[in-house]
């Protein structure tokens, strides 16, 4: 039931989360127990310790994270500190660049793709071509003594505290251990208990692949001191430092070198302190052992329980805003990687709000401030040479990190990626001005600690100049779903910037006299076998036009709402109408080029669907606006096929939502929530981990249960028949809206919409409905069937329920 209290109400205090609300018909009943979760759904857990990395479970502050591995003869925690990249402070501009420019464009226009495509890989691309990988800090390793047998285990992770509980009998002993990142406190907090008096005996060491070293620090303290490594040719500079401190009840605690020894103990709560001398892409001199020691001390002049209140209460703040329910079934008294492996997402319901749950438990730890934005693997990496560098791929992935953040209200976690922007800006402008000879700032298809800008990889992959220009679009979306002014001037010359770069760029094309990127291509898709090799390069490809349509409706849109640029905002409304329109090509399908390729390029079953983002994230493409251009992006998605790694998998949900078809989205969840995609510990596998993949399947999962764009709010609108009652509460739309909704046997039985910012609302439903606040009918228009438009005022609740 919504409530007017459904923020506050006890599902948190108690544990018992919102799915264990309305009860599925056909095959799906409540579990009578449920002793699997012990009451709480919204918990993952699991009946042995993890054997790998990917069933570890995953804790983090934003700057601190650890995987937690819940063994019983040891136990590792997996450390990673957010600012640990390898190589330093690095401009990767190519001073060749600007000379071969007009030379790789002639031979575009020229349609001598691979000599502009050589040319390119000779002369344009950032020195070094590779840029730096994100790297792991280290491990802190327990070892606790006592015979190999042990029994009634059980390791957990509850969302709705963010804490991991590990408990075991093991010698007649009950032993608990709980992990948490502390956001407020700034330190990963262990505390190990048992029920019997000075039962806690313990060993605990650091170590690290990187080059380092571990020490005594105190008598009840350890450090680790190390330096990340070198890569292509630049040498390491982020030296790091990693404290860890016991304090005991009962025992004796002593350090002997770099090992913790604690003996005898009642309770015992480790406190992990992590430090970097990253101060910025620019300045790798800070120090360390203040950072460390600074939050270490902090922490230890506080109780367990005093910073666990702490913690529970900062998280909760962000988590506890939206509650969702597709349903129960017996299912969810079992463990959470055998309900993955069952693969029967349409007999358990409850798996798909977990898994939406745990998207938003991914970004609150790992996109905080203070902290930087989230990776390809968000913070958690084991290794010196993780999967594409574990960096900031931006012709996708960054940008998909972020999907959620808006609709699943959790918005505040979008502040570090607005940092990452900044800082583009400034070594964008540097590439701007080097490599295209223009003003403003430009950022290509990857980016990492040393903010690079310049082309990298492959020119086959790298030459792509829109990158920063996508990423200026979520600082519009934040506006969109928040209408703060105040964000808006402060992020508005960013966009600016973005803008500048194309006025001074975009070329005529001589065939058809619209406005094109060149060079540049459609992300990762090859258009030609031109000497044997696929070839990239081109002029004005479909996602650039998409994207640099809504970068110049923003800035006209915001530059009017602030007051600014009247000038520019004339010069950008005509350019914008001089873009390449959207193509509808020869099989049916939107173009993903000016040209109407033929052959393997119209065929091509390549994860990157880049042409299709004028569905999404974008609403250029709509079924109710666009028909003709919605039927051809069907079209495409039906040629891309059903294959895809776990980020396009994620991407093709949201493409279906957006096109109404409810069966289509629900079977790309069912797909990507399938072992091959989803680790034992829920972890996106592309393969392999790479998280976007998590947070594009919540953004689907919302995107099916609600939509705000094209100015309108529309309920349920992709809703599959595998939930037919369920509820949600908490999500947010564009123009400042929050919104809960009930439904049964498929159709809406009451919402409630919270207006904070007192805009006009265009409400679509699948059936009629009316509006009452505070239980007077709301004067409503119905401009047509399923739409009603109403006046809303600022901080007031909206009931709608159906018509009778």
């Given at each position: 039931m919504i409530n007017d209290g459904y923020t506050r109400r006890g599902v948190l205090a108690t544990g018992l989360g919102a799915a264990a609300g309305s009860l599925l018909a056909t095959g799906v009943t409540a579990a009578p127990a449920r002793a699997g979760t012990q009451g709480n759904p919204l918990t993952l857990w699991y009946t042995r310790p993890a054997a790998a990395w990917l069933e570890a479970l995953p804790v983090g502050c934003g700057r601190l994270g650890a995987m937690v591995f819940g063994g019983v003869a040891t136990e590792r925690l997996q450390l990673n500190e957010d600012s640990v990249w390898a190589g330093g402070p690095h401009d990767y501009d190519n001073p060749e660049a600007l000379a071969a420019l007009p030379e790789i464009r002639r031979l575009v226009w020229e349609d001598k793709w691979q000599a502009a495509q050589n040319l390119a890989d000779r002369k344009f691309l950032g020195k070094p071509s590779e840029q730096a990988p994100y790297q792991v800090l280290g491990d802190l390793t327990l070892t606790l003594p006592g015979s190999a047998e042990f029994t009634e285990y059980r390791r957990e992770l509850d969302l709705t505290r963010a804490v991991t509980t590990v408990t075991y009998v093991r010698d007649g002993v009950r032993h608990t251990r709980e992990v948490f990142a502390s956001n407020p406190d700034q330190v990963i907090v262990m505390r190990l208990a048992a029920d019997k008096p000075g039962a806690v005996t313990f060993q605990a060491a650091f170590s690290s692949p990187q080059t380092s070293s571990g020490s005594g620090a105190g008598p009840d303290t350890i450090a680790l001191d190390g330096i990340s490594g070198d890569t292509q040719g630049l040498k390491g500079e982020v030296r790091f430092r990693a404290l860890a401190k016991a304090r005991a009840k009962g025992g004796a605690v002593r350090t002997d070198g770099g090992t913790l020894v604690v003996e005898g103990a009642d309770e015992v709560t480790l406190l992990i302190?992590?430090?970097?001398?990253?101060?910025?892409?620019?300045?790798?001199?800070?120090?360390?052992?203040?950072?460390?020691?600074?939050?270490?001390?902090?922490?230890?002049?506080?109780?367990?329980?005093?910073?666990?209140?702490?913690?529970?209460?900062?998280?909760?703040?962000?988590?506890?805003?939206?509650?969702?329910?597709?349903?129960?079934?017996?299912?969810?008294?079992?463990?959470?990687?055998?309900?993955?492996?069952?693969?029967?997402?349409?007999?358990?319901?409850?798996?798909?709000?977990?898994?939406?749950?745990?998207?938003?438990?991914?970004?609150?730890?790992?996109?905080?401030?203070?902290?930087?934005?989230?990776?390809?693997?968000?913070?958690?990496?084991?290794?010196?040479?993780p999967a594409w560098e574990s960096k900031y791929t931006i012709n996708i992935n960054c940008e998909m990190n972020y999907w959620p953040a808006g609709p699943a209200n959790i918005i505040e976690c979008m502040d570090?990626?607005?940092?990452?922007?900044?800082?583009?800006?400034?070594?964008?402008?540097?590439?701007?001005?080097?490599?295209?000879?223009?003003?403003?700032?430009?950022?290509?298809?990857?980016?990492?600690?040393?903010?690079?800008?310049?082309?990298?990889?492959?020119?086959?992959?790298?030459?792509?100049?829109?990158?920063?220009?996508?990423?200026c679009l979520t600082l519009w979306e934040h506006y969109l779903y928040t209408g703060d002014e105040r964000r808006l001037r402060e992020h508005f010359p960013l966009i600016k910037g973005s803008v500048q770069f194309f006025l001074d760029t975009l070329q005529t094309d001589p065939r058809t006299g619209c406005l094109v990127t060149n060079p540049s291509h459609s992300p990762e898709v090859g258009h030609h076998e031109d000497?044997?090799?696929?070839?990239?390069?081109?002029?004005?490809?479909?996602?650039?036009?998409?994207?640099?349509?809504?970068?110049?409706?923003?800035f006209a849109e915001a530059s009017e709402i602030l007051g600014q640029e009247d000038e520019m905002r004339a010069k950008v409304r005509?350019?914008?109408?001089?873009?390449?329109?959207?193509?509808?090509?020869?099989?049916?399908?939107?173009?993903?080029?000016?040209?109407?390729?033929?052959?393997?390029?119209?065929?091509?079953?390549?994860?990157?669907?880049?042409?299709?983002?004028?569905?999404?994230?974008?609403?250029?493409?709509?079924?109710?606006?666009?028909?003709e251009l919605a039927a051809a992006a069907r079209r495409t998605l039906e040629l891309r096929g059903e294959a895809g790694a776990g980020w396009s998998l994620a991407w093709k949900?949201?493409?279906?939502?957006?096109?109404?078809?409810?069966?289509?989205?629900?079977?790309?969840l069912s797909n990507l929530l399938l072992p091959a995609r989803t680790a034992p510990n829920m972890f996106d596998l592309h393969p392999p981990f790479q998280i976007d993949g998590n947070f594009g399947g919540t953004s689907g999962i919302t995107e099916m249960l609600l939509q705000s764009h094209a100015d309108q709010v529309h309920l349920l609108p992709a809703l599959p028949a595998a939930w037919p009652a369920g509820s949600y509460h908490g999500l947010r739309a564009r123009g400042g809206f929050e919104v809960s909704v009930e439904w049964a046997a498929g159709s809406l039985v009451r919402g409630r919409i919270r207006s904070d910012l007192g805009r006009k609302l265009t409400l679509r439903t699948a059936k009629p409905v009316t509006v009452t606040d505070r239980g007077r009918p709301v004067k409503v228009e119905r401009p047509e069937a399923g739409v009603l438009v109403f006046d809303t005022r600022r901080g007031a609740t909206y009931d709608v329920t159906p018509s009778p």
């Open positions: 302190s992590m430090g970097s001398s990253y101060r910025s892409y620019q300045d790798v001199g800070g120090d360390p052992a203040e950072v460390a020691g600074r939050h270490l001390l902090r922490a230890s002049g506080q109780p367990y329980e005093v910073l666990l209140r702490k913690h529970v209460r900062d998280y909760q703040r962000l988590f506890g805003r939206v509650e969702i329910d597709l349903g129960t079934s017996e299912a969810v008294a079992l463990p959470t990687d055998e309900r993955i492996a069952r693969k029967q997402l349409d007999t358990d319901p409850q798996l798909a709000a977990l898994y939406f749950q745990f998207g938003r438990y991914l970004l609150i730890s790992c996109s905080r401030s203070p902290g930087y934005a989230a990776n390809l693997q968000g913070i958690w990496n084991d290794s010196l040479t570090p990626l607005f940092d990452l922007i900044k800082d583009l800006s400034e070594t964008g402008a540097r590439t701007a001005r080097a490599q295209y000879g223009a003003g403003g700032w430009v950022a290509h298809h990857n980016t990492d600690g040393w903010r690079g800008t310049a082309p990298v990889d492959f020119a086959f992959y790298g030459v792509w100049p829109t990158g920063g220009a996508w990423l000497g044997g090799e696929n070839v990239s390069i081109c002029a004005g490809p479909t996602m650039d036009m998409q994207i640099l349509r809504d970068l110049f409706g923003a005509e350019a914008r109408a001089r873009l390449v329109p959207n193509q509808i090509g020869h099989l049916g399908q939107i173009q993903e080029w000016q040209e109407d390729y033929r052959g393997d390029a119209a065929l091509s079953r390549s994860r990157h669907i880049s042409h299709l983002w004028g569905l999404f994230p974008s609403h250029q493409i709509d079924p109710r606006l666009s028909p949900i949201n493409f279906w939502a957006r096109l109404l078809d409810a069966p289509q989205a629900y079977k790309r």
